[in-house]
């Protein structure tokens, strides 16, 4: 069962926890969101991924778009996936894809963003040994009509991207045919992107994900009852974010029952350490890769070293309940 939140209520909370830029005059179309009676939190205390290791080496790494159509909504997916080739650099058109079976992260971009906008983390995380997979969402990306309470919409945007990404490890001539660990499974999103792998967590549990990072996120519209088996968290939120609080962020890790840690940029503002900034964007990248090979590959060595490049440089503090 599910209670309809009214569009006036929503919009003002969103637009207090700073997910709108600036205010419009024009009222926002919706597509009938709700939010879940929020369901009693999950008591399963460990993580689902068996042990395992992750690649010690670095891949080269291709590029490509899937489209899709959810009822209407279209969906177009980038995909970023280890390739054979030499590693290092951008990434190539099509390539193809490396030997093995790689864990899948489904990526969600923030308030007017695009998937490409993330392109330096993203392929980072694919030379790691990841195939990401990052949809466009109608109505929040750029060019779109900006409507915030779409938000609300796209976790199952989101489930839907991830059961047709999943399904080319199955489908005939696919590139990514029998790459695939479809058993391994992340979300991660930025900001309006958090807030939408917030709502995969709780509200919209999809049970097939593992693990979890939220930049920037809150849980305005998606609430704090994480549902379901235990799925590890990592929370990673600059101190002076001009758009989404920083408390908003720590409120809704907090309410985190399964293993967890923040990371906290003390000089980061709400996307320069995703986005811009060389050395923050090191630290946020190797902190995420190596939380992602331990919680999708299993790799009990790359917990070790999650701290140990959380804290490098003394850019950022790490709040560890891993």
Known sequence: MSRRVTPTLLASALLVAGLVGCSTDDAPKRENPTVAVEPPPAATPTPRVPAGSAPKSAFGVGVRQLKLNRDGRALPVTLWYPAVGKAGGAAKRSA??????????????????????????????????????APTFPHTSEGGDGNVLDVLNQPADVSYALTQVLALDGKAGDGLRGRLATDRVAAAGHSAGGVTTIGLFTASRDERLDAGVVFAGTAVGVG?????????????????????????????????????????????????????????????????????????????EAKKRIATDATRNDIATFDDHL
Request: net charge negative; no cysteine; glycine share 10%.
């Open 224 to 300: 704090t009852a994480f549902a379901g088996a235990s799925a590890p968290q990592l929370f990673v939120h600059g101190e002076l974010d001009e758009v989404v609080d920083y408390a908003a962020g720590k409120a809704a890790y907090d309410k985190v029952p399964w293993p967890k840690a923040m990371l906290s940029l003390p000089k980061g503002d709400h996307g320069r350490s995703l986005l811009g900034d060389a050395a923050s964007l090191r630290v946020v990248s190797d902190t995420a890769v190596e939380f992602l090979r331990w919680s999708l590959y299993g790799d009990p």
């Open 96 to 133: 193809a894809a490396a030997d093995g079976r790689f864990p899948v992260v489904m990526f969600s971009h923030g308030l007017g963003g695009r998937p490409e906008d993330y392109a330096t983390l993203l392929t980072r995380w694919a030379a790691a040994g990841f195939v990401v997979a």
